[in-house]
């Protein structure tokens, strides 16, 4: 097993592997799909998917149990003040959707990191960890720890992506068809594919500690994306 956290492997550029599944899953298909595939995280999703806030405290509980770390995507844009709540019901990371604001980034960073890196309030008892340590050594693990992600789902996320990747955020993930949605909305624009989009951000963010995540799908496409400076997957 790596001497390194998931945050930390996503900033050494390694090569991350994650699965969408079901906050309705149960424990012992969630070990299987882990095991089977690999993975080093599982992603669940509100934004297009029925969640509430118990559901989601047993799946993090359940995966927790399990060592399996939880990406969580967040209903809204515009729910980043949200962001400490949600991980107060237990994630150790935040997807938050849709992004194309450089102020949508800075809301998120400011309630995801504790002081003095953010402004995330103290408290929660099915918080990541919650009983293993005191409030200043908490809150240096979680800053250390946590990991956040900004989607980009348009032609205009991708081409200011260089600015949306800001200190505190560790990944700009794709969304593939929202993002494919707005090219058909620009059809003269220089960038006519979402392989394109892909490539031109990894561009942008090579001397970025901001790796680029593709949802690929399936293992079958991993070394495609692999090749053009894809670090983290998500099928």
Known sequence: ????????????????????VSMMIDKDSLASRVENGNYDFVAVDSQHAAYNEDRLVDF??????????????????R??????????????GIEVPQVEMEDTVDEAVAYFYYPQ???????????KNSDSMDRLEYADWWNNFGILWMQVESIESVTHARRL???????LSFGPTDLTFS????PNHALQ???ECVQYVVQELKDSP?????????PSTREKYADMGVTVFLE
């Open 117 to 127: 890196q953010g402004i995330r309030s103290w408290g929660g008892g099915a918080r």
């Open 60 to 77: 993090c509980n359940m995966a927790d149990s399990l060592d399996i770390p939880v990406n969580f995507r967040i209903k809204h844009t």
């Open 210 to 218: 901001t790796a680029v995540c593709f949802r690929n799908g399936n």
């Open 183 to 186: 090219m058909e909305g620009h």
């Open 79 to 92: 729910n980043t003040y949200l962001i400490g709540n949600y991980l107060d019901l237990g994630p150790s």
């Open 1 to 20: 097993m790596s001497e390194y956290n998931l945050k930390q492997r996503i900033r050494n550029g390694e090569l991350i592997y994650g699965a969408s």
């Open 165 to 171: 990747a800001k200190s505190g955020v560790d990944c």
């Open 193 to 195: 594919s979402v392989d």
